[in-house]
């Protein structure tokens, strides 16, 4: 299918749909209901003045309770022209809002004590959508002040190519990064970047085996806890210099890094230690202070050492990674030095406990690895579409399937490869998951070619049944949410596959009953944990899609949800406290209408309003309490009664609750009809690295 090229509209509010969200968030959860009412509504902030256009006072009450407007504020209106027509602008000082939030914080697996990852508050997300706007080509600029970065913003993305009916459905579906000199077919991100999307393209690049060839040893340096040490004011430092900084406070605030500083500051309940770990737009920020480090590390290693880039000693820096090529002992310690004193100027750190060194052959023990599995699930996996010739040469010949994958021997052989190369699970999970996902894909092709006779069924059954066998025994190794997004995504295509097939039930249950029974092993090994929630929610959705009878006992969800059932009086209870927006949205578009869950639905319920009764001190200006209360209010699977409650909590009397709930149909969860996984794991394909 050719390529289409689709030029995108300048929206101030498109960094909305790219930059804002962490990777990490359920596939019920995005931001493209609250994308489009920004969009119909033309809300955006300009000149100090929050603004939409409205011709009555119909979205009043959805803007106070949105942007957290002071109830003594007056919102003025003025009739303006736009494109030949005349409309209603309504707006408010940003002075009247209340802008400084609490982000919505949750923590997925990474390392030993896992990662905290931030949703910030929706009226924050249109802030930085219009510092995004005003400032863009001040952002290019200070990200391109270093000559060591090797993935930093460039231009404006201005167009996205398609290249199938999925993305040419809606551009506002698909997610990635676009990079510079590549047609990126899927967009999402509002800046295109250089040079590599992931670490390892660096390692096989032209960039990586020069260097090689002109030094002989390499030494990988990390910085520790970078987002969570970033202090917020180097900014303005990095970009006007420390000294002038504070020299001239207040006259710094007025400035790029100043404002860009107080942004961060507001999203983030005013703190000024550490930065919210997730968003892109954080990225962006501590890239501006990085590349502030590369270039004094560079200007003091010329005048204090003597030692000049590319021809003593090369960096490479991607994210906080520096990639350091030397040649004598002596110029590899004094780059550290150098680069740990800078750092400090910048209350930042080196992580001693990652540092790693190479010799020539400057080749990671990840690159290994990578090489052995790709040969190994290529001599492993090979399905193809044999023609075999008949006795009659003027009949045309049968078209077979041929795949026959022995789980066993794939498992062994694939366990050999991680060990020789010396790597974890988790370290090529991603990698391995791609290769199995583009299998799978040549599988459904090779099946479509062949006559698909009950022979070349049950060979592309046993095939797929094979595969997922292997698939969940490397995944039950390190059960990340960008594996378990790949394990959801091969899933889904290899479940939709047969259903359009017409597959015959016997040969759909034996694969559909054994991803059942896994998903319900992953569910009660990895309870509801703090580091393992979001992984089961996908899991959970990805397995309400099979059918009916797949649908998990009530014991089940019980357990897997720290619910328990009270002997005496046969009520839920949930001592270990309140769940989560996602674990809330999932678990009610998991349960849905069923009457097999209908007193657990009435369970969530009462738990719903005791958690935001709780919580409601912090309304609006806490993003978990304001999304959970817009997202229930328009929630088709809990009672009226139940919704009128919640308003209740947060002093909507009936007027001012259907207010809100007629001001937009969706915001950040799609519920029902409007949800579709097939469409959410492939918009988040081109955002994952391996």
């Known amino acids: 299918m050719t390529k289409r090229r689709a030029s995108l509209t300048h929206r101030k509010q498109r960094s909305v749909l790219t930059d804002m969200l962490p990777f990490e968030v359920p596939p019920t959860f995005s931001n493209r209901g609250y994308y489009r009412f920004l969009v119909n509504n033309s809300i955006e902030i300009q000149d100090g003045q929050l603004r939409w256009i409205c011709e009555t006072t119909a979205l009043d009450q959805t803007m106070r309770l949105l942007f957290g407007i002071k109830p003594t504020a007056d919102i003025a209106t003025a009739v303006v022209n736009e494109w030949g027509k005349e409309k209603t602008r309504r707006s408010v000082p940003i002075g009247k809002c209340e802008m400084a939030t609490i982000p919505f914080n949750f923590r997925v697996a990474h390392n030993l004590d896992g990662r905290t990852l931030s949703v910030v508050h929706p009226r924050n997300q249109v802030a930085v959508a219009s510092f995004y706007a005003m400032h863009s080509a001040l952002i290019i600029y200070h990200t391109s002040v270093s000559e060591l970065s090797i993935r930093h913003p460039v231009s404006v993305s201005r167009y996205a190519y398609f290249k199938d009916k999925l993305h040419e459905e809606r551009l506002d579906t698909v997610a990635g990064v676009e990079e510079s000199d590549r047609e990126y077919e899927q967009l999402g991100s509002y800046f295109v970047y250089r040079k590599y999307r992931n670490i390892h393209r660096f390692f096989e690049s032209h960039q990586y085996h020069r260097s090689e060839k002109k030094y002989d040893a390499m030494v990988q340096i990390d910085v520790g806890k970078c987002f969570d040490s970033i202090y917020t004011h180097s900014l303005p430092w990095a970009v006007l210099g420390k000294d002038q900084t504070k020299f001239s406070l207040e006259a710094s605030k007025k ?251 016997e040969q759909k249950h034996l694969l559909f009953k054994y991803v059942h029974d896994n998903v319900l092993q992953q569910l009660e090994k990895n309870t509801m944990s703090v580091h393992r929630e979001i992984e089961s929610l996908y899991l959970l959705i990805s397995l309400s899609q099979i059918g009916r009878e797949y649908w998990l006992p009530v014991s089940v969800l019980l357990r897997h949800f720290l619910i328990k059932e009270e002997e005496d009086t046969a009520c839920y209870v949930r001592p270990s406290g309140f769940m989560n927006h996602f674990s809330i949205t999932v678990l009610l578009s998991y349960i849905k209408d069923k009457v097999r869950y209908e007193k657990l639905k009435t369970f969530v319920e009462d738990h719903i309003i005791a958690k935001l009764e709780y919580m409601k001190a912090h309304c609006p200006d806490d993003a978990e309490t304001l999304i959970l209360l817009l997202d229930l209010i328009v929630c088709p699977y809990i009672s009226n009664a139940t919704k009128a409650a919640i308003g209740q909590v947060f002093g909507l009397d009936e007027i001012k609750l259907a207010l809100i709930q007629l001001s937009n149909d969706q915001w950040f969860t799609a519920w029902g009809d409007k949800f579709d996984l097939g469409k959410e794991l492939e918009a988040r394909r081109s955002r994952e690295v391996y």
């Open 255 to 505: 400035t790029f890094g100043g404002r860009f500083d107080a942004l961060m500051q507001d999203l983030n309940h005013k703190e000024t230690n550490g930065i919210v770990i997730g968003p892109e737009f954080s990225r962006i920020f501590a890239e501006i202070i990085l590349q502030a480090v590369d270039v004094e590390v560079v200007e003091k290693l010329s005048e204090g050492a003597n030692l000049t880039h590319k021809v003593d000693y090369e960096i490479f820096r991607y994210v906080d990674d520096f990639f350091v090529f030397y040649n004598q002992e002596s110029t590899q310690l004094k780059i550290f030095e150098t680069l740990q004193q800078v750092l400090k100027s910048k209350k930042l750190s080196i992580n001693t406990a990652k540092i790693k060194h190479y010799q020539k052959p400057i080749i990671t023990e990840i690159t290994i690895a990578k090489e052995r599995i790709s040969i190994l699930l290529n001599d492993e996996v090979d399905p193809v579409c044999e023609e075999e010739l008949l006795v009659d040469p003027s009949s045309p010949p049968k078209k077979n399937l041929a795949c026959s994958v022995n789980a066993n021997r794939l498992i062994v052989r694939y366990k050999a490869a991680i060990k020789e190369a010396g790597v974890t699970y988790g370290d090529l999970l991603n990698y391995t998951f791609a290769i199995t996902e583009s299998k799978i894909e040549k599988l459904s092709k090779a099946y479509v070619t062949s006559d698909k006779s009950d022979r070349d069924r049950k060979r592309l059954s046993n095939a797929l049944l094979a595969i997922m066998e292997f698939v969940f025994f490397v995944y039950s190794a390190s059960p990340k949410v960008n594996h378990t997004i790949r394990l959801c995504r091969m899933i889904t295509a290899s479940v939709n596959f047969l259903q359009a097939q017409s597959f015959p039930y």
